[in-house]
């Protein structure tokens, strides 16, 4: 089974600054890797997904994220945080070509973003 | 617009009794799925569906069992609730086919006392 590795379960950052949240994964093979966003009292939003093609996957609300299939990492980041991206993010990882039939999580990066 | 809808989002409920969470999802997709979320594990997969049904366990499934006996309704069951069962629980469902990505409700922080 798959496993996802997030390093840092909380990273308070201050409003407009660059951010990186860093997610690693167990699986050398092909995968799908997605990073979802859950807002306080909220359940998970896609944030964006890597299936194939260009390593730099842009998202919503500014985010982006680049596979790095010799680290097997796929990291998240943005370059300038806004109040409104506290929250907490969930790195997940599914073996192709079941795309959502199982996904695995990481224990999630809880972001605070400070004024 | 995209729905999963979730029949409660706080219960409380005695120990040993039998508890139903229901998830309802309106976009005609084959897969369900429910979560346990609790603080520094993430997300843990409890069981999912593929079709009406259909089951497969998760990674966590001892002292639940689900029903799905329409394709947009997935019911999780806690045939005897403990206080090891307090926790968010999140539904999601996502279609069978490459390019996908599952859809979340909104949570059920179930409290067990």
């Known amino acids: 089974a798959q496993s996802v590795t997030q390093l840092d379960s909380q990273v308070p950052v201050f409003e407009e600054a660059p951010v990186e949240l860093r997610c690693n994964y167990s699986?050398?093979?092909?995968?799908?890797l997605f990073w979802y966003v859950q807002y306080p009292n909220q359940g998970l939003q896609l944030l964006l997904k890597y299936l194939s093609g260009s390593t730099l996957v842009k998202g919503i609300n500014g985010f982006e994220a680049e596979f790095n299939k010799s680290q097997t990492s796929f990291h998240l980041r943005k370059p300038s945080v806004h109040i409104s991206d506290t929250a907490e993010y969930f790195c997940a990882v599914s073996d192709p070509p079941t795309g959502a039939n199982n996904l695995f999580f990481g224990t999630g990066t809880r972001l605070t973003v400070i004024p | 617009d995209v729905k999963v809808t979730q029949s409660s989002r706080y219960l409380v409920k005695r120990t040993g009794e039998k508890v139903f969470l229901e998830c309802v999802q309106d976009?005609?997709?084959?897969?369900m799925f429910w979560y346990r979320q609790d603080p520094g594990l993430g997300l843990r997969l409890i069981y999912f569906?593929?079709?009406?049904?259909?089951?497969e366990k998760g990674d966590i499934p001892e002292g639940y069992s689900v029903s799905r006996e329409k394709k947009e309704r997935f019911s999780l069951i806690l045939e005897s609730a403990s206080t090891n069962q307090t926790s968010m629980y999140l539904c999601?469902?996502?279609?069978?086919?490459?390019?996908?990505?599952?859809?979340f409700g909104q949570g059920t922080r179930l409290t067990v006392v």
């Open positions: 976009m005609d997709h084959e897969n």
């Open positions: 699986s050398s093979v092909s995968v799908y």
């Open positions: 999601a469902s996502g279609r069978v086919s490459v390019n996908t990505e599952a859809f």
């Open positions: 569906s593929y079709d009406v049904k259909m089951k």
